[in-house]
């Protein structure tokens, strides 16, 4: 259901790191959080643009698959908000340390991802059978992101 | 190169039939402001970009409204998927299905074909740039305008989103507008 933006709950945020300082870094930064930035559609804290008084759904995973599929197009996202933002400020070294942080975990989730639901990408090649054509496709109604 | 990866930019799940919106939102696949506009324009005008900042951004925005190409696509397909003729006709898709069946069409909302006549590549850095721009806001004015035609939360949170992307690709635009003025082009 769309929610307020006002009413945003890091603590309960999935994409939460435990006994990190993540709250904190978040709340330093220019930028949201993967989760975050990804249901809003935009990284950038000070660009967000609501539309009269619709402002984004909260997307809740059922299941282990839902809840990693999510996680995996947040960073996703948020990968590719930085990199927008990178290629016209490439010498912003925190960014660029943050960049590669997101990168990592994204390579990680996609890692487990694919290995226990088939690939992302065709040269993930974890299972003993060519599964790349397995159904569903991401435009399938009965699968793929369908889950979130 | 390009290489694809099996999930979309943001999830798709439409659980409601509505055929009137899926004639509604191919526009912004094949029409004007659309995303397959959007795609070529950047894809076309990257090679003219003078440095490694206007190169890299065109070419990564390019990419990213590919996959929005695929988030409309998904979102008409799944809107129509289970139609009947009579419903199809009833909402008055007749003549889309007799050209295209339930196959996606880049075409306008009124079924006029995608022409490339919708962007231009002037190898001009500023006057690309500009349209950039312009393109942007036409597409989120377009999105704003989708999501008063429907009350489908399914289809509104999407397009909340691919608004949002606008507003964000405008702004990288403009800094980068901006940053080449200055340079003196």
Not at chain 1, 122 to 131: A, D, H, V
């Amino acid at each position: 259901m769309l929610f307020d933006n006002t009413d945003f709950d890091y603590e309960i945020s999935f994409l939460k790191i435990p006994g990190s300082d993540f709250n904190k870094e978040i709340r330093d930064s220019k930028f949201l959080s993967p989760e975050e930035g990804f249901l809003r559609g935009n990284l950038m804290k000070d660009e967000y643009v609501p539309y009269k008084n619709l402002t984004y759904f909260k997307l809740t995973p059922q299941n282990e698959q839902e809840t990693l599929l999510l996680k995996l197009m947040a960073y996703s996202f948020t990968i590719n908000d930085l990199n927008l933002y990178l290629d016209l400020n490439p010498k912003d070294q925190q960014t660029y340390e943050l960049f590669k942080k997101y990168v990592k975990e994204k390579n990680r989730l996609e890692e487990m991802y694919s290995e226990k639901y088939g690939p992302m990408t065709i040269t993930e090649t974890q299972g003993s059978n060519y599964n790349w054509i397995m159904d569903p496709w991401p435009w399938d109604n009965t699968g793929g992101s369908m889950y979130v | 190169m390009f290489k694809y990866v099996k999930h979309l930019n943001y999830p798709i799940n439409i659980k409601k039939k509505d055929l009137k919106m899926a004639k509604y939102l191919l526009t912004q696949f094949g029409g004007a402001n659309g995303e397959l506009a959007a795609s070529l324009r950047y894809f076309s005008q990257k090679f003219s970009m003078p440095d490694e900042k206007g190169k890299s951004l065109l070419n990564d925005i390019a990419t990213e409204e590919l996959g929005h190409c695929e988030m409309i696509c998904t979102m008409v397909h799944q809107l129509t998927e289970n139609a009947t003729i009579e419903e199809l006709k009833a909402a008055g898709l007749g003549s889309m299905y007799t050209e295209h069946g339930k196959g996606i069409y880049p075409s306008d909302s009124f079924g006029n074909p995608f022409t490339v006549t919708y962007f231009a590549v002037t190898g001009d850095v500023l006057a690309d740039l500009s349209e950039d721009m312009a393109a942007e806001q036409k597409a989120r004015a377009t999105y704003e305008n989708l999501i008063n035609m429907t009350d489908d939360q399914d289809v509104i949170g999407i397009l909340l989103f691919l608004r949002q992307r606008e507003i964000v690709h405008f702004n990288r635009f403009k800094e980068l507008y901006d940053y080449y003025k200055k340079k003196g082009y």
